[in-house]
Nanobody
Framework: EVHLAQSGGGSVQAGGSLRLSCAYA?????MAWFRQEPGRAREKIAS????????WYHYSVEGRFTISFNNAKDTQYLQMNTLKPEDTAMYYC???????????????WGQGTQVTVSS
């Protein structure tokens, strides 16, 4: 497993914003963000193909979250706006050769960062 350097996150009140960052040594074909709540499976919430900037969002975050990347810095971002208490989870960045839904197919992972949204 390849380890990515993840940063950002923290605690915020509902309606607030946070930005997560994830640095890569080598830019993968697909960059993605997953989140996981205690006792639940890790689920993909956003992804982007770096060759054509094609993005995908889970319906629960579409319109509020934005995935992007900076090639010069080998870093991807997840801008999270209008946060809700139900967004509270551990967030992970991941990289792979395609934007799979199955997290088991991602060989590269960030260490995870907690996002807590209070009402």
């Amino acid at each position: 497993e390849v380890h990515l350097a993840q940063s950002g996150g923290g605690s915020v009140q509902a309606g607030g914003s946070l930005r997560l960052s994830c640095a890569y040594a080598d830019t993968p074909v697909c960059m993605a963000w997953f989140r996981q709540e205690p006792g639940r499976a890790r689920e993909k919430i956003a992804s982007i193909y770096t060759h054509n900037v094609l993005t995908w969002y889970h319906y629960s975050v579409e319109g509020r979250f934005t995935i992007s990347f900076n090639n010069a810095k080998d870093t991807q971002y997840l801008q999270m706006n209008t946060l809700k208490p139900e967004d509270t989870a551990m967030y992970y960045c991941a990289g792979a050769g395609s934007c799979y839904d199955n997290p088991d197919l991602y060989p590269a992972w960030g260490q995870g960062t907690q996002v807590t949204v209070s009402s």
